[in-house]
């Protein structure tokens, strides 16, 4: 199951609304709302955005908690042909406020309980302006930020008519966003509804934040199928046994995460003594799935197909692999073949198809439209020629791997400074910058531990500011997600004999590579 080039992702929603008008689309906050009611809700607030002047094209954020209410605005958005971004309640003021510049959104939708924080970071978009809210309906308010003729030039094609935008780490210190179109998400849910079999009578259970890749899945792959999105509140990610009381309690079919989640289920949440017994297909991606644990899901999932999926936020899931019931963690774990219709290639340094290490390069009706950078896109893909020789549009993802030749693909780490975090992908030079802006650091470096601490992320700075006052001042612009693990003060950081900073001896397993200006250390 494929998307054909004019699919829309809310005519995915209109389809089951014809087809299973009376059939449970979505539950949550104590709500439950069919495909008919859904519908008919997007519909009024898209022409209500409409009506106050939302464009095709236009760049419009959704700025909520995960509720049905969100829900419907993400649609509504959608219908009325805008660029729509989800944005988490939970980052600071500023770095929403980054965000909305840097992608020239015109519009914030919110709700009640958010309101307050969408209005500040609003007006740190508009350079301290207030914005005045206006009552939407559903809960929901609506902010204007740019007025018609502050808006960017109008997008390309195909996101002239709308898209989707979401946010990821950048080296520059702002947070890029990802430009995708509707069928670059259409693509990747169609195909996911028809491999994992997906049906009416299906229960999906969405646990990610709607910022996240892994909700395409959650909501466009269960409109497709007519399936029933059941929105796990946020809350409950902090309590693994709790989440597999929901999964239980909800009679949830089909699920999806990061594998640090399964591992909490698995180490706290007793999963493997009670086991939902509705789950019938389970997936994981984002990040590595420790083998010992894989290997122990293996045996109590008894049969239920577990996926690995790959892909970076500029492609979604590309890549898929069905661990084999057998598997074992002395065996080396693949990202697998390219979903339906995407190709995977791995080029050495010269840009050539390589039987060895190389980096891998998507290509395909996955691969996104480009980054919006101070609202106006830039396209960073590039013309790769394939080993079967047909050159194509690709995505060079920064990750290494190497392909077999039936093309089943494994994953070898990154060519820079990005590492995966609980699913989230961050780049170093984006926590480093926020912290070379504070007053006090005379210079820094942040780091992925290695040793013990692996897995880690640790920031070092020459500044007479304690472990407390650097962690308050990152803390108002980096969400919680890209906080250092640890901050260490230093009279000076190593340098290298060049004179420049030795980030090899940050990363060693000893811990501090010099005596810190102060004599502890937090921990975050």
């Given at each position: 199951?494929?998307?054909?080039?004019?699919?829309?992702?809310?005519?995915?929603?209109?389809?089951?609304?014809?087809?299973?008008?009376?059939?449970?689309?979505?539950?949550?906050?104590?709500?439950?709302?069919?495909?008919?009611?859904?519908?008919?809700?997007?519909?009024?607030?898209?022409?209500?955005?409409?009506?106050?002047?939302?464009?095709?094209?236009?760049?419009?954020?959704?700025?909520?908690?995960?509720?049905?209410?969100?829900?419907?605005?993400?649609?509504?958005?959608?219908?009325?042909?805008?660029?729509?971004?989800?944005?988490?309640?939970?980052?600071?003021?500023?770095?929403?406020?980054?965000?909305?510049?840097?992608?020239?959104?015109?519009?914030?939708?919110?709700?009640?309980r958010a309101l307050t924080g969408a209005q500040r970071a609003a007006t740190r978009a508009r350079d301290?302006?207030?914005?005045?809210?206006?009552?939407?309906?559903?809960?929901?308010?609506?902010?204007?930020?740019?007025?018609?003729?502050?808006?960017?030039?109008?997008?390309?094609?195909?996101?002239?008519?709308?898209?989707?935008?979401?946010?990821?780490?950048?080296?520059?210190?702002?947070?890029?966003?990802?430009?995708?179109?509707?069928?670059?998400?259409?693509?990747?849910?169609?195909?996911?509804?028809?491999?994992?079999?997906?049906?009416?009578?299906?229960?999906?259970?969405?646990?990610?934040?709607?910022?996240?890749?892994?909700?395409?899945?959650?909501?466009?792959?269960?409109?497709?199928?007519?399936?029933?999105?059941?929105?796990?509140?946020?809350?409950?990610?902090?309590?693994?046994?709790?989440?597999?009381?929901?999964?239980?309690?909800?009679?949830?079919?089909?699920?999806?995460?990061?594998?640090?989640?399964?591992?909490?289920?698995?180490?706290?949440?007793?999963?493997?003594?009670?086991?939902?017994?509705?789950?019938?297909?389970?997936?994981?991606?984002?990040?590595?799935?420790?083998?010992?644990?894989?290997?122990?899901?293996?045996?109590?999932?008894?049969?239920?197909?577990?996926?690995?999926?790959?892909?970076?936020?500029?492609?979604?899931?590309?890549?898929?692999?069905?661990?084999?019931?057998?598997?074992?963690?002395?065996?080396?774990?693949?990202?697998?073949?390219?979903?339906?219709?995407?190709?995977?290639?791995?080029?050495?340094?010269?840009?050539?198809?390589?039987?060895?290490?190389?980096?891998?390069?998507?290509?395909?009706?996955?691969?996104?439209?480009?980054?919006?950078?101070?609202?106006?896109?830039?396209?960073?893909?590039?013309?790769?020629?394939?080993?079967?020789?047909?050159?194509?549009?690709?995505?060079?993802?920064?990750?290494?791997?190497?392909?077999?030749?039936?093309?089943?693909?494994?994953?070898?780490?990154?060519?820079?400074?990005?590492?995966?975090?609980?699913?989230?992908?961050?780049?170093?030079?984006?926590?480093?910058?926020?912290?070379?802006?504070?007053?006090?650091?005379?210079?820094?470096?942040?780091?992925?531990?290695?040793?013990?601490?692996?897995?880690?992320?640790?920031?070092?700075a020459q500044t007479d500011a304690t472990e407390r006052e650097v962690l308050a001042a990152l803390r108002?612009?980096?969400?919680?997600?890209?906080?250092?693990?640890?901050?260490?003060?230093?009279?000076?950081?190593?340098?290298?004999?060049?004179?420049?900073?030795?980030?090899?001896?940050?990363?060693?397993?000893?811990?501090?590579?010099?005596?810190?200006?102060?004599?502890?250390?937090?921990?975050?």
């Amino acid at each position: 199951m494929s998307a054909p080039a004019s699919v829309r992702l809310d005519a995915l929603l209109a389809r089951s609304a014809r087809v299973h008008p009376d059939r449970t689309a979505l539950e949550g906050a104590g709500e439950s709302w069919t495909y008919a009611q859904l519908d008919r809700a997007v519909d009024a607030l898209a022409d209500r955005l409409t009506a106050d002047g939302v464009t095709p094209g236009d760049r419009v954020g959704v700025y909520a908690p995960k509720t049905p209410a969100t829900v419907i605005a993400l649609y509504a958005a959608l219908r009325a042909g805008a660029v729509t971004a989800p944005l988490d309640t939970a980052d600071p003021p500023e770095r929403t406020a980054r965000m909305i510049r840097n992608a020239g959104l015109s519009l914030l939708v919110t709700v009640d309980r958010a309101l307050t924080g969408a209005q500040r970071a609003a007006t740190r978009a508009r350079d301290g302006a207030p914005a005045d809210a206006d009552v939407l309906g559903h809960g929901l308010h609506r902010l204007q930020i740019l007025a018609p003729e502050e808006r960017p030039a109008p997008l390309p094609a195909p996101t002239d008519s709308g898209g989707y935008l979401l946010f990821t780490s950048g080296s520059t210190g702002w947070p890029k966003g990802v430009l995708l179109s509707h069928e670059n998400v259409a693509h990747y849910a169609l195909w996911a509804a028809g491999e994992f079999g997906l049906t009416p009578d299906d229960r999906i259970g969405s646990q990610a934040a709607l910022t996240f890749d892994l909700t395409t899945f959650d909501l466009f792959s269960a409109a497709a199928a007519g399936a029933c999105t059941v929105l796990m509140p946020d809350l409950l990610r902090a309590f693994p046994r709790d989440v597999v009381g929901w999964l239980t309690e909800q009679r949830i079919t089909a699920f999806m995460a990061v594998p640090s989640l399964y591992h909490n289920m698995l180490q706290q949440g007793g999963i493997a003594d009670a086991p939902p017994p509705a789950l019938r297909i389970a997936a994981f991606g984002g990040e590595a799935f420790a083998p010992e644990l894989l290997e122990r899901y293996l045996r109590l999932l008894d049969g239920v197909p577990f996926y690995n999926l790959y892909g970076p936020t500029e492609t979604n899931a590309c890549t898929y692999y069905r661990v084999p019931a057998d598997w074992t963690a002395d065996r080396e774990l693949p990202i697998g073949r390219g979903i339906g219709g995407v190709h995977i290639e791995v080029l050495d340094g010269d840009g050539a198809p390589t039987d060895g290490e190389g980096e891998i390069h998507i290509a395909g009706p996955v691969v996104f439209q480009g980054y919006l950078r101070g609202g106006a896109p830039d396209d960073p893909t590039t013309t790769v020629t394939c080993r079967d020789g047909v050159a194509r549009r690709a995505y060079a993802s920064g990750d290494l791997g190497r392909i077999t030749p039936d093309g089943l693909v494994f994953l070898r780490g990154r060519r820079d400074n990005q590492v995966k975090r609980r699913g989230h992908r961050i780049d170093l030079m984006d926590v480093e910058n926020a912290v070379l802006e504070l007053p006090r650091i005379a210079t820094a470096a942040v780091v992925a531990k290695d040793g013990p601490h692996a897995g880690e992320i640790w920031a070092y700075a020459q500044t007479d500011a304690t472990e407390r006052e650097v962690l308050a001042a990152l803390r108002e612009v980096l969400p919680r997600r890209m906080l250092p693990d640890r901050i260490v003060p230093l009279a000076t950081l190593p340098t290298t004999t060049s004179g420049k900073v030795d980030r090899r001896a940050l990363r060693d397993t000893s811990g501090h590579p010099a005596a810190p200006a102060l004599p502890e250390e937090i921990t975050v």
